[in-house]
Structure formats: structure tokens, C-alpha cells
């Protein structure tokens, strides 16, 4: 399965490579990937950069889909706008309940799934990637670029005043332009297909 992100404007930021870590928390806010109804948790996590089966059963931990923990990567998304949210081991009780195969499974709250598309049709997902999923796979993701709201990338950046400094240049369709007036020319746009570009 090849992941297929939407089409839409086109942001680029180039970086220096010692400052991507930076912009992968980004990630935490969510992309909005295109699939169809019935695809697998699992399957979806493969398209991903880097995203070994390995990986995937060894380093992710906690799966959350609409706000549910589960243990199960064969979960079908049916709708859109699910939204799956993966990290590595949470600590504490917390991260002891929601962790996947955990003896602490039955205290979680479960929730029914209720399907508005038949299987097979095309939707929309968000997916989440915190902590150490984040950091270790987010360059390969931002690099291949992915779709997100903007208003998410406005509210990254107005909350990290440190990391406009770290831009080398922002292209917007291709025009260059300046990080002061970024905010502005992103506030009329729903969604953008967003990347870094940085030199390994």
C-alpha cells in the first residue's frame, strides 16, 4: 500500500539538518492521509517511511483510534476523519493501561465503532505521531512531505518563537517568501502539502 496524501498548495521549508528534530514534534498536530474504508491500522503504519513491521511491533506501544487504546494493528478505520495516534511506551499507570498487550487492558474505557462508509470507499484519516515515533521517523515523513491544516503549522510556529530563526528559505507554489509574512498567506488556506528540504 502506497500512503496518498491530498493534493493541495505546496509549503517547503529548508532547514539545516541539525535542526529537523525541532519541526517533527509538528507532527503531534496530526496529517490527513487518504486511504479506503477496511484498510488495517498495521497496513496504513507500512505505508509510512521506514515503518518496518519490526518497527511497528517493537517501538509502537500505544495505539490510540478515536480515542480508544487498541492492541489489535488488523483494526480497520472505516470513516473519515478517524484518527489514529501512535506512541512509544507512555510512562505510569497510564502508559501500563494503554500500552499494547498490557495486563492492565480491562481498566480501559471501550468505545463502539460505527461505520459510515462502505469497505473499499475513499476516506480521510488524521494520524498522530508522539515522543520517540515522532523523533525517530518524522525527517523521513516531512521530508516525503505530508498534508496538514495550516492553521496547525501557524500555531506551531506562534508558540516556538525560536524556530522561524532556523528557516533558510519558505516557498510557498514555488515563490519565495518571508517568514514574517507566512501567517498571513497561510490564514486563507484550509490544508497545505507541507515539507523540509535540509542537506544530509
Do not use: C, W
Not at 8 to 16: A, G, H
Not at 31 to 57: H, R
Not at 66 to 86: F, H, K, P, S, Y
Request: hydrophobic letters at 40%.
Amino acid at each position: 500500500m502506497e500512503t496518498q496524501f491530498i493534493d493541495k498548495r505546496t509549503l517547503v521549508f529548508k532547514i539545516d539538518p541539525q535542526k529537523v528534530s525541532f519541526f517533527t514534534l509538528l507532527l503531534q498536530s496530526g496529517i490527513l492521509v487518504k486511504t479506503t474504508s477496511g484498510t488495517s491500522i498495521g497496513e496504513l503504519l507500512q505505508s509510512f517511511p521506514d515503518f518496518s513491521t519490526e518497527y511497528i511491533i517493537n517501538d509502537i506501544q500505544t495505539i490510540f483510534l478515536n480515542g480508544t487504546a487498541t492492541d489489535d494493528l488488523e483494526t480497520e478505520m472505516e470513516n473519515d476523519n478517524d484518527t489514529l495516534a501512535v506512541s512509544a511506551a507512555m510512562p505510569g499507570l497510564a502508559g501500563a493501561i494503554f500500552r499494547k498487550n498490557s495486563l492492565h487492558a480491562a481498566l480501559r474505557t471501550t468505545q463502539e465503532q460505527t461505520h459510515t462508509h462502505t469497505t473499499g470507499s475513499d476516506i480521510t484519516v488524521i494520524v498522530k505521531f508522539f515522543n520517540t515515533i515522532a523523533r525517530d521517523r518524522g525527517a523521513g515523513l516531512l521530508k516525503q512531505g505530508v498534508t496538514m491544516r495550516a492553521d496547525s503549522i501557524i500555531q506551531f510556529l506562534d508558540t516556538r518563537s525560536t524556530l522561524p530563526g532556523y528557516l533558510e528559505s519558505i516557498t510557498l507554489d514555488g515563490k519565495l517568501i518571508d517568514p514574517k509574512e507566512l501567517t498571513a498567506a497561510l490564514s486563507d488556506l484550509q490544508t497545505v502539502h507541507f515539507s523540509i528540504r535540509y542537506e544530509s
